[in-house]
């Protein structure tokens, strides 16, 4: 694989990275020639990568003014839960009749890590966990689709685990998921995992509705959530 390629890769996954877990903050700006001396790689390939991350909705490139990361916002994180509460329903419905022991106890292994990880890896987890279960669907078009709506979901599981504390109910409700699925039972699997998708998001809504109310807007804090009401 040539140099540059390699460059670009490690770039997005470190810039990616960066900005579900919350070292770069929402609304944070980023300078081109600062990204590119910090990772010792050209321009181009911060060019292309500001574009890459500005496709998955991460960063807004506005001309002659630069990049910055966006926002979380309600009406973004909404339209997210509803979306995947639909496509992950429709993968678990085709996976399960193809998901086999060995998958299960990959996805077991990956719920038993949740319950004792660090926040800062809770998210990644969490992805894989689900990932694992709907992979044997088959239908490489909805996992492409699932895949990119996690990405976004990414920053809110964080910010919902760092400042709700809700990881006991969603371990919880991912242990009633495998069960589901080592039974078999696609019925009970699908009304489990949608509501666990939903029951989130409304908690998060909730909460942050009550934060709207009280004025509260998290700021320029490094590492911390920043959001916007709409």
């Known amino acids: ?17 960066a900005i579900i877990v919350g070292d770069l903050a929402p609304l944070e700006p ?20 500001f574009r890459e991350l500005e496709a998955l909705g991460l960063l807004q490139v506005v001309p002659n003014s630069g990049a910055f ?38 996805a077991r292994d990956l719920a038993e890590q949740m319950v004792i990880c660090s926040s800062r890896e ?13 992979e044997p669907c088959q239908m490489p078009r909805l996992l492409a689709h699932i895949h990119s709506l996690g990405i976004i979901a990414e920053r809110y599981i964080r910010w919902t685990i760092d400042t709700f504390d809700y990881s006991d109910c969603s371990n919880a409700e991912h242990f009633a998921l495998l069960d589901a699925c080592d039974n078999r039972d696609v019925e009970a699997a699908k009304r489990i995992l949608e509501d666990h ?9 909730k ?6 109310e009280t004025g509260l807007r998290m700021t320029s804090v490094r590492g911390g959530p920043r959001f916007l009401t709409s």
Not at 69 to 95: D, G, Q, S, W
């Open 1 to 17: 694989m040539p140099r540059s390629t390699d460059q670009k890769t490690s770039l997005f996954n470190a810039l990616l990275r």
């Open 30 to 49: 980023l300078r081109q020639e600062d990204v590119a001396a910090n990772y010792n790689v050209s321009r181009m390939p911060v060019r292309e990568v």
């Open 69 to 106: 990361v966006t926002p979380l916002t309600l009406a973004e994180f909404r339209e997210n839960y509803e979306m995947r509460a639909a496509a992950e329903c429709l993968a678990i419905r085709k996976a399960i009749p193809e998901l086999n022991n060995r998958q299960l106890d990959e």
């Open 122 to 134: 809770y998210s990644s987890l969490n992805e894989r966990f689900h990932r694992r279960l709907y």
């Open 197 to 205: 998708i939903i029951r989130a998001g409304k908690y998060l809504e």
């Open 207 to 212: 909460n942050w509705s009550d934060s709207a």
